[in-house]
Each structure stands twice: as structure tokens, then as C-alpha cells.
């Protein structure tokens, strides 16, 4: 069974930077790329950061850009987010999946990450 657990959430103040991490198991992702999404209350899911399989192209929602770095560790099965500069707004639980998101791939948890002004 194919699992996503994201982590690294927390509070921090407008401003700080957090590193989320999401560690993937059951099958192996180095052959896909990958995205970190985020659900803020009462929004859609978003896309925030995308990454290619070996990590040589990357792109950005446009209000992240500049401030968040997508990376990844095949050999970890994991994929980073380092967000630093970080803004009320960017307040939403966290989730990774593949980029495209995928149906057979289920959404984990998510990590919640608040930003405080």
C-alpha cells in the first residue's frame, strides 16, 4: 500500500522558515515527479512547488516563488520543501503527492503550517 506522510509543520512568525519533508513508502517515486499542494480553509488544494524524477526542473506557484525550494532524496524516497520568508497567507496544511497528482496515489495527512503576523 502506497503511503505519503508529510512533517515538519509547526508555528512560526511572519518572517521564520520551516522544512517540511514528506517520506514515501510502499512503492518507490524516484521515477516521478513530484509536488507539494496546500489546502488553506475554505480554499481549493493548490499546487505550490513541483519537482522532475531526478531533479533537474523544478517550478513555483507564482506567490511562492523566490521564497520556497522543492528538493528530493531518492535514495530517502523523499521530497523537501524549505520555505523561508514566510507570510500569513502561506498559513494551510501541506501535502505532497505525485505532480501531476495521481488517483492511485491516496493523499496523506498533510502537515499544518501556520504562520503568525
Known amino acids: 500500500q502506497v503511503q505519503l506522510v508529510e512533517s515538519g509543520g509547526g508555528l512560526v512568525q511572519a518572517g521564520g522558515s520551516l522544512r517540511l519533508s514528506c517520506a514515501a513508502s510502499?512503492?518507490?517515486?524516484?521515477?516521478?515527479?513530484m509536488g507539494w499542494f496546500r489546502q488553506a480553509p475554505g480554499k481549493e488544494r493548490e499546487f505550490v512547488a513541483g519537482?522532475?524524477?531526478?531533479?533537474?526542473?523544478?517550478n513555483y506557484a507564482g506567490s511562492v516563488k523566490g521564497r520556497f525550494t522543492i528538493s528530493r532524496d531518492n535514495a530517502k524516497n523523499t521530497v523537501y520543501l524549505q520555505m523561508n520568508s514566510l507570510k500569513p497567507e502561506d498559513t494551510a496544511v501541506y501535502y505532497c503527492?505525485?505532480?501531476?497528482?495521481?488517483?492511485?496515489?491516496?493523499w496523506g495527512q498533510g502537515t499544518q503550517v501556520t504562520v503568525s503576523s
Open positions: 510502499g512503492r518507490t517515486f524516484s521515477s516521478s515527479a
Open positions: 503527492n505525485t505532480w501531476p497528482p495521481s488517483h492511485s496515489v491516496d
Open positions: 519537482i522532475s524524477w531526478n531533479g533537474g526542473y523544478t
